[in-house]
């Protein structure tokens, strides 16, 4: 595609084009195109990372597991608007973290696993009864024809 764009670029159809990118025109198109797929490439999906990443570090509650961005993990017992206080070990020491440094919230991510297990099984349980109704279905059209 990009090849494409390119040669339309370079052809000199008029006799003031000259050099490599004569038809400002089409530099333009080139430019926008450019700037169009860095967009769609690197700043939409850093931006989709970052309001999920800040989705996170709102949701966080007391009592749940989390992780920081320096490994330490513990157990929230205060949640304060901008930071959040953890007990880090069986000694019960406390320490306080800023909320943007929230890496993981390992207890969401416990539920999640556990919803998603269970969706997986419901699916399972019914792919399973809609096989064993259509067995049934069957072996009683074969009854009904013998009869």
């Known amino acids: 595609m990009l090849y494409t ?3 339309l670029c370079t052809s000199s159809d008029t006799p003031q084009s000259t050099g490599l990118f004569g ?18 490439l690197t700043i939409r999906p850093q931006k989709k990372r970052q309001q999920e990443e800040q989705k996170l570090r709102d949701s966080v509650q007391i009592g ?11 157990k929230i017992v205060t ?8 007990v880090t070990s069986a000694d019960k020491t406390k320490m306080e973290f800023k909320r943007w440094a929230i890496q993981t ?6 539920r999640a696993a556990e919803e998603k297990a269970a ?11 809609k096989k064993g109704s259509s067995r049934r279905t069957r072996k009683s059209d074969i009854d009904d024809t013998k009869k």
């Open 5 to 7: 764009v390119f040669n």
């Open 23 to 40: 038809n400002p025109v089409m530099m333009i198109v080139l430019l926008v195109v450019m700037f169009g797929a860095m967009y769609f």
């Open 64 to 74: 749940d597991d989390i992780t920081t961005i320096g490994g330490v993990t513990g």
């Open 79 to 86: 949640v304060r608007e901008d930071s959040v206080v953890i």
């Open 105 to 110: 919230n390992d207890t969401a991510n416990a």
């Open 119 to 129: 969706l997986e099984a419901a699916k399972a349980q019914e792919k399973e009864e």
